[in-house]
């Protein structure tokens, strides 16, 4: 006899309160496609459940709420042709996304430690985001050659300034006080106050709100770094294009734009362009749901038509020699039209039915 696998989801009730724990703390609770249908099969049932009020979603272990979506599984399909696959992980998984950000319950995010990729997808549109002192949060993808998805674009389109450009093309991490400053979180709640504010949610008093009992464990986050960089990050990414970023990067007196340079030098020229096109698009839709729509076409295409996403995922996360050969490997070898092209791809099958 051998002890049956835990469930990668944690899915229970008590006094009003649902709890969603994802629980696969060595991959730091990193998605896959059960995962994702645990997730919705949960929130379809408490939807009509009256003795569910409030739904707490946060991850087993101390790593991270979510690292993000199995990227090793997405480079098998990708390199074996199988698409459809890859395409139903995505279709379910932005299906949760905005499940979550439409739910008629609220949702509170605990996004501890490592957020990152899919994990921004189900904290960032969660009704109440919280964030701890050891809270990591990035859009990463532009360093496998891939653009920011899960609504990702929608959330950093509306950041102050340039700082949803900037933080898109370089995949920069925030600590809690960059994400509340950005919008990508709501409140800081240092990490030994969690299992206080999880009882607080269980036991609370009406007419206490959510809100309320977040308050009551809030903390003021100290000055945000990104905060501090506003005048050359909103500068340079108000360029046109990457290459005229890099260059008004080139030309600023700090260290921190001059290295910004030399990295964005180190990312895949199509990745970084789509991805620039793709937050500006963003900011002049009309919600999430479109936002999404959007970001489904640009990752089929990616995945059908485009060489970097395999090689991004061979060189950071499979051989991890951090070498990627990029096709093109220059941006000044770049299709000038290559935006165009990936916005005008139509999957096979439609986000929204």
């Not at 395409?87 to 509170?108: D, M, Q, S, T, W």
């Not at 899960?150 to 006080?177: I, K, N, S």
């Not at 076409?297 to 970097?308: E, H, I, K, R, S």
Request: overall charge negative; some cysteine; aromatic content about 6%.
């Amino acid at each position: 006899m051998t002890d049956a696998p835990e469930p990668t989801v944690l899915v229970r009730s008590a006094g009003g309160l649902g709890r969603l724990t994802l629980n696969r703390p060595r991959a730091i609770n990193a998605l896959d496609l059960d995962m994702v249908r645990q997730l919705s099969a949960a929130l379809d049932a408490w939807e009509t459940d009256t003795d569910v009020e409030l739904v707490v979603l946060d991850g087993a272990g101390e790593r991270g709420l979510c690292a993000g979506g199995d990227v090793r599984v997405l480079a098998e399909r990708v390199v074996g042709g199988r698409f459809d696959e890859a395409a139903l992980f995505f279709r379910e998984e932005y299906a949760l996304n905005a499940r979550i950000a439409e739910y008629p319950k609220p949702i509170v995010a605990l996004a501890d430690g490592i957020t990152m990729g899919g994990g921004i997808g189900l904290a960032g549109h969660a009704a109440i985001r919280v964030v701890t002192e050891r809270s990591q949060l990035a859009m990463p993808e532009t360093r496998i050659g891939f653009t920011p998805d899960v609504g990702g674009t929608w959330l950093l389109a509306h950041a102050p300034g340039h700082l949803g450009e900037y933080l898109a093309l370089t995949g920069a991490v925030m600590d809690a006080a960059d994400a509340v400053y950005a919008g990508l979180a709501d409140h800081l709640v240092p990490v030994d106050h969690l299992d206080g504010l999880r009882e607080a949610f269980e036991t609370r008093a009406d007419p206490s709100s959510p809100t309320e009992l977040v308050l009551l464990f809030d903390e003021t986050p100290a000055p945000s770094a990104l905060e501090r960089s506003r005048a050359w990050i909103d500068d340079a990414f108000a360029a046109d294009t990457v290459a005229e970023i890099v260059e008004r990067l080139r030309a600023r007196p700090e260290p921190e734009a001059s290295a910004t340079a030399d990295l964005l030098g180190e990312l895949s020229p199509t990745g970084l362009a789509v991805t620039l096109a793709a937050v500006r698009r963003a900011r002049g839709l009309a919600g999430l749901r479109d936002a999404l729509a959007q970001e489904y076409g640009l990752v089929m295409w990616f995945a059908q038509t485009q060489p970097d996403l395999a090689e991004g995922i061979r060189a950071q996360v499979v051989d991890k020699d951090r070498s990627p050969r990029w096709q093109p490997a220059a941006l000044a070898d770049l299709d000038p039209g290559i935006a165009d092209q990936a916005f005008a791809h139509v999957p096979a099958e439609p986000l929204w039915s």
